[in-house]
Protein backbone atom coordinates (compact mmCIF):
# COMPACT_ATOMS: atom_id res chain seq x y z
CA UNK A 1 0.00 0.00 0.00
CA UNK A 2 1.21 3.36 -0.67
CA UNK A 3 2.69 6.21 1.95
CA UNK A 4 -0.44 8.61 2.82
CA UNK A 5 -0.63 11.66 0.99
CA UNK A 6 -1.87 14.74 2.97
CA UNK A 7 -5.05 16.00 2.23
CA UNK A 8 -6.37 19.05 3.40
CA UNK A 9 -9.12 19.48 6.29
CA UNK A 10 -8.75 15.57 6.97
CA UNK A 11 -10.00 15.00 10.56
CA UNK A 12 -8.25 13.03 12.36
CA UNK A 13 -8.94 10.68 15.07
CA UNK A 14 -6.83 10.04 18.42
CA UNK A 15 -7.55 7.77 20.27
CA UNK A 16 -5.77 5.78 22.96
CA UNK A 17 -6.02 2.42 24.00
CA UNK A 18 -5.31 1.76 27.98
CA UNK A 19 -5.83 -0.62 30.35
CA UNK A 20 -6.06 -0.95 34.37
CA UNK A 21 -3.38 -3.86 34.20
CA UNK A 22 -1.13 -5.73 32.01
CA UNK A 23 -2.04 -9.12 29.94
CA UNK A 24 -5.41 -8.12 28.78
CA UNK A 25 -4.41 -7.94 25.07
CA UNK A 26 -4.68 -4.26 24.80
CA UNK A 27 -1.45 -4.16 22.34
CA UNK A 28 -2.93 -7.31 20.56
CA UNK A 29 -6.47 -4.92 19.83
CA UNK A 30 -3.93 -2.00 18.56
CA UNK A 31 -2.22 -3.92 16.34
CA UNK A 32 -4.98 -6.04 14.50
CA UNK A 33 -7.68 -2.90 14.66
CA UNK A 34 -4.96 -0.63 12.91
CA UNK A 35 -5.26 -3.55 10.29
CA UNK A 36 -8.70 -3.77 9.70
CA UNK A 37 -8.98 -0.04 9.28
CA UNK A 38 -6.33 -0.13 6.80
CA UNK A 39 -8.55 -3.14 4.78
CA UNK A 40 -11.59 -0.64 4.79
CA UNK A 41 -8.69 1.92 3.54
CA UNK A 42 -8.37 4.47 5.95
CA UNK A 43 -4.49 5.76 6.82
CA UNK A 44 -3.22 4.93 10.10
CA UNK A 45 -0.48 5.73 12.83
CA UNK A 46 0.22 3.52 15.56
CA UNK A 47 1.86 5.56 18.33
CA UNK A 48 3.19 3.29 21.07
CA UNK A 49 3.27 4.83 24.01
CA UNK A 50 4.56 1.72 26.24
CA UNK A 51 7.90 3.28 27.37
CA UNK A 52 8.91 0.40 28.90
CA UNK A 53 7.40 -2.80 27.28
CA UNK A 54 6.72 -1.42 23.82
CA UNK A 55 5.24 -4.79 21.87
CA UNK A 56 3.89 -3.55 18.86
CA UNK A 57 7.61 -4.15 17.59
CA UNK A 58 7.45 -7.97 18.53
CA UNK A 59 3.40 -8.49 18.04
CA UNK A 60 4.36 -7.12 13.84
CA UNK A 61 7.29 -8.55 14.03
CA UNK A 62 9.04 -6.02 12.66
CA UNK A 63 12.46 -3.91 13.55
CA UNK A 64 12.18 -0.37 13.68
CA UNK A 65 15.84 1.12 13.13
CA UNK A 66 14.65 4.22 15.15
CA UNK A 67 12.66 5.25 18.22
CA UNK A 68 10.83 8.43 19.23
CA UNK A 69 14.14 8.94 21.38
CA UNK A 70 15.77 9.69 18.03
CA UNK A 71 12.78 12.68 17.86
CA UNK A 72 13.19 14.00 21.26
CA UNK A 73 17.19 13.95 20.61
CA UNK A 74 17.00 15.61 17.48
CA UNK A 75 19.07 13.23 15.74
CA UNK A 76 16.14 11.95 12.94
CA UNK A 77 13.09 13.88 11.52
CA UNK A 78 9.47 12.46 12.32
CA UNK A 79 9.31 10.84 8.24
CA UNK A 80 12.65 8.95 9.56
CA UNK A 81 11.55 7.80 12.85
CA UNK A 82 8.01 6.02 11.42
CA UNK A 83 8.32 2.92 10.34
CA UNK A 84 6.29 1.01 7.76
CA UNK A 85 4.29 -1.91 8.64
CA UNK A 86 2.59 -4.69 7.63
CA UNK A 87 -0.20 -3.40 5.00
CA UNK A 88 1.28 0.23 4.96
CA UNK A 89 -0.02 0.25 9.03
CA UNK A 90 2.75 3.23 10.15
CA UNK A 91 4.56 3.17 13.48
CA UNK A 92 6.03 5.69 15.73
CA UNK A 93 8.17 3.12 18.18
CA UNK A 94 8.35 3.21 21.59
CA UNK A 95 11.60 5.52 22.91
CA UNK A 96 13.24 2.91 25.31
CA UNK A 97 14.68 4.39 28.53
CA UNK A 98 12.29 7.27 28.00
CA UNK A 99 9.79 6.10 30.72
CA UNK A 100 7.88 9.87 31.12
CA UNK A 101 6.96 11.83 27.85
CA UNK A 102 5.95 14.55 30.92
CA UNK A 103 9.58 14.45 32.53
CA UNK A 104 11.30 15.44 29.32
CA UNK A 105 13.08 18.72 28.75
CA UNK A 106 12.25 21.73 27.17
CA UNK A 107 14.75 21.25 23.70
CA UNK A 108 13.28 17.43 23.70
CA UNK A 109 9.59 19.06 23.65
CA UNK A 110 10.63 21.35 21.32
CA UNK A 111 12.23 19.25 18.87
CA UNK A 112 8.91 16.76 18.48
CA UNK A 113 6.51 19.71 18.44
CA UNK A 114 8.59 21.69 15.77
CA UNK A 115 7.78 18.68 13.56
CA UNK A 116 4.18 18.04 13.90
CA UNK A 117 3.23 20.37 11.20
CA UNK A 118 4.46 17.31 8.85
CA UNK A 119 1.95 14.86 9.96
CA UNK A 120 -0.59 17.00 9.36
CA UNK A 121 -3.50 15.36 7.20
CA UNK A 122 -1.64 12.42 6.58
CA UNK A 123 -3.78 10.04 8.74
CA UNK A 124 -7.43 9.21 9.35
CA UNK A 125 -6.61 7.33 12.58
CA UNK A 126 -3.89 7.63 15.40
CA UNK A 127 -4.32 4.52 17.75
CA UNK A 128 -1.99 5.16 20.89
CA UNK A 129 -1.06 1.82 22.42
CA UNK A 130 -0.26 3.38 26.33
CA UNK A 131 1.52 1.37 28.80
CA UNK A 132 -0.91 -0.45 31.50
CA UNK A 133 -1.47 0.91 35.09
CA UNK A 134 -1.84 4.48 36.27
CA UNK A 135 1.16 6.43 35.87
CA UNK A 136 1.45 10.05 35.10
CA UNK A 137 2.74 8.85 31.44
CA UNK A 138 -0.61 6.59 31.24
CA UNK A 139 -2.43 8.78 32.58
CA UNK A 140 -1.47 12.13 30.58
CA UNK A 141 -1.39 9.90 26.86
CA UNK A 142 -4.66 9.20 27.82
CA UNK A 143 -6.33 12.69 28.92
CA UNK A 144 -4.53 14.08 25.51
CA UNK A 145 -6.42 11.56 22.94
CA UNK A 146 -10.13 12.32 21.90
CA UNK A 147 -11.42 8.51 22.84
CA UNK A 148 -10.16 6.61 25.74
CA UNK A 149 -10.72 2.80 24.95
CA UNK A 150 -10.53 0.66 27.77
CA UNK A 151 -9.93 -2.73 27.58
CA UNK A 152 -10.77 -5.05 30.48
CA UNK A 153 -11.25 -9.12 30.54
CA UNK A 154 -13.24 -11.13 33.01
CA UNK A 155 -10.56 -11.49 35.34
CA UNK A 156 -11.37 -9.79 38.63
CA UNK A 157 -8.29 -8.14 38.93
CA UNK A 158 -8.85 -6.34 35.30
CA UNK A 159 -12.27 -5.37 36.53
CA UNK A 160 -11.16 -3.53 39.47
CA UNK A 161 -7.68 -2.30 37.82
CA UNK A 162 -10.25 -1.06 35.16
CA UNK A 163 -12.13 1.03 37.39
CA UNK A 164 -9.15 2.38 39.63
CA UNK A 165 -7.98 3.45 36.11
CA UNK A 166 -11.25 5.08 35.38
CA UNK A 167 -11.65 6.62 38.62
CA UNK A 168 -8.02 8.70 38.21
CA UNK A 169 -8.88 10.32 34.95
CA UNK A 170 -11.77 11.38 36.38
CA UNK A 171 -10.88 13.05 39.58
CA UNK A 172 -7.41 14.12 38.51
CA UNK A 173 -7.53 14.09 34.64
CA UNK A 174 -11.38 15.64 34.49
CA UNK A 175 -11.97 12.45 31.78
CA UNK A 176 -15.73 11.86 31.71
CA UNK A 177 -16.32 9.58 28.93
CA UNK A 178 -14.89 6.25 28.23
CA UNK A 179 -15.21 3.31 26.13
CA UNK A 180 -15.19 -0.25 27.04
CA UNK A 181 -13.75 -2.84 25.41
CA UNK A 182 -14.50 -6.56 26.86
CA UNK A 183 -11.68 -8.90 25.64
CA UNK A 184 -11.48 -12.80 25.80
CA UNK A 185 -15.00 -13.52 26.96
CA UNK A 186 -17.44 -16.80 26.26
CA UNK A 187 -19.92 -14.18 24.49
CA UNK A 188 -21.57 -11.42 24.75
CA UNK A 189 -23.56 -11.84 27.68
CA UNK A 190 -20.67 -12.06 29.87
CA UNK A 191 -18.90 -9.15 28.38
CA UNK A 192 -22.82 -7.08 29.34
CA UNK A 193 -22.14 -8.86 32.57
CA UNK A 194 -18.46 -7.16 32.98
CA UNK A 195 -19.79 -3.53 31.37
CA UNK A 196 -22.90 -3.32 33.87
CA UNK A 197 -20.55 -4.45 36.84
CA UNK A 198 -18.22 -1.60 35.85
CA UNK A 199 -21.25 1.25 35.21
CA UNK A 200 -22.74 0.00 38.71
CA UNK A 201 -19.41 0.89 40.56
CA UNK A 202 -19.17 4.53 38.38
CA UNK A 203 -22.93 5.58 38.91
CA UNK A 204 -22.10 4.65 42.54
CA UNK A 205 -18.91 6.57 43.13
CA UNK A 206 -17.94 8.55 40.29
CA UNK A 207 -19.19 11.72 39.60
CA UNK A 208 -20.90 12.16 35.50
CA UNK A 209 -18.65 9.51 34.18
CA UNK A 210 -20.43 7.65 30.77
CA UNK A 211 -19.15 4.37 30.16
CA UNK A 212 -20.38 3.27 26.81
CA UNK A 213 -19.98 -1.13 26.13
CA UNK A 214 -18.12 -0.78 22.29
CA UNK A 215 -17.23 -4.15 21.79
CA UNK A 216 -16.72 -7.38 22.79
CA UNK A 217 -14.23 -9.72 21.48
CA UNK A 218 -14.48 -13.55 21.99
CA UNK A 219 -11.90 -15.68 23.88
CA UNK A 220 -9.67 -17.70 21.51
CA UNK A 221 -6.67 -20.16 21.85
CA UNK A 222 -5.13 -19.21 18.39
CA UNK A 223 -4.80 -15.99 19.93
CA UNK A 224 -1.71 -17.77 21.62
CA UNK A 225 0.07 -19.44 18.61
CA UNK A 226 -0.71 -16.14 16.70
CA UNK A 227 1.61 -14.43 19.48
CA UNK A 228 4.55 -17.33 19.15
CA UNK A 229 4.32 -16.87 15.30
CA UNK A 230 4.43 -13.13 15.26
CA UNK A 231 1.36 -12.61 13.21
CA UNK A 232 -1.60 -10.93 14.55
CA UNK A 233 -4.77 -12.66 14.47
CA UNK A 234 -6.37 -11.15 11.64
CA UNK A 235 -3.65 -12.07 9.50
CA UNK A 236 -2.84 -15.63 11.37
CA UNK A 237 -6.76 -16.34 10.83
CA UNK A 238 -7.90 -14.64 8.63
CA UNK A 239 -11.43 -16.08 8.41
CA UNK A 240 -12.29 -16.96 12.05
CA UNK A 241 -14.37 -15.13 14.28
CA UNK A 242 -12.03 -12.69 15.77
CA UNK A 243 -10.71 -11.22 12.27
CA UNK A 244 -14.39 -10.90 11.71
CA UNK A 245 -14.87 -9.22 15.32
CA UNK A 246 -11.67 -6.90 14.25
CA UNK A 247 -13.54 -5.41 10.85
CA UNK A 248 -17.01 -4.87 13.34
CA UNK A 249 -14.88 -3.08 15.58
CA UNK A 250 -13.07 -0.88 12.65
CA UNK A 251 -16.71 -0.08 11.82
CA UNK A 252 -17.29 1.55 14.75
CA UNK A 253 -14.46 3.46 15.11
CA UNK A 254 -14.75 4.82 11.84
CA UNK A 255 -18.58 5.76 12.55
CA UNK A 256 -17.43 7.08 16.22
CA UNK A 257 -18.16 10.63 17.67
CA UNK A 258 -14.98 11.58 18.99
CA UNK A 259 -14.25 14.51 21.42
CA UNK A 260 -13.45 17.10 18.94
CA UNK A 261 -12.96 19.94 21.22
CA UNK A 262 -9.54 18.52 21.88
CA UNK A 263 -8.23 19.36 18.30
CA UNK A 264 -6.24 16.70 16.49
CA UNK A 265 -2.94 15.01 16.25
CA UNK A 266 -1.24 18.39 17.18
CA UNK A 267 -3.38 18.52 20.06
CA UNK A 268 -2.43 14.84 21.33
CA UNK A 269 1.22 15.24 21.36
CA UNK A 270 1.44 18.79 22.73
CA UNK A 271 -0.70 17.64 25.39
CA UNK A 272 1.18 14.82 26.18
CA UNK A 273 4.53 16.54 26.32
CA UNK A 274 3.45 18.96 28.47
CA UNK A 275 3.19 22.07 25.97
CA UNK A 276 0.13 23.60 27.97
Known sequence: MTTPQIRKNRATKVISVTSGKGGVGKTQVVANLALALR????????????????????????????????????????????FSGPDGVKVLPAASGVKELTALTDTHKMNIVDQLDSL??????????????????????????????????????????????MKVMSMHHGEKTFHIVTNQVKSDAEGKIIFKSLVNATDQFLDSVQLWHLHSFPFDEKVRQSIIRQQPMIKFDKDGALARSYSELAEKVIKLEVNTQKGGMQFFFKQALGER
Open 39 to 82: KKGLDVLIFDGDMGLANIDIIYNISPPYSLKNLLDGSKTIDEVI
Open 120 to 165: EGKFDVVLIDTGAGISDNVMYLNSSAQAVFVVVTPEPTSITDAYAL
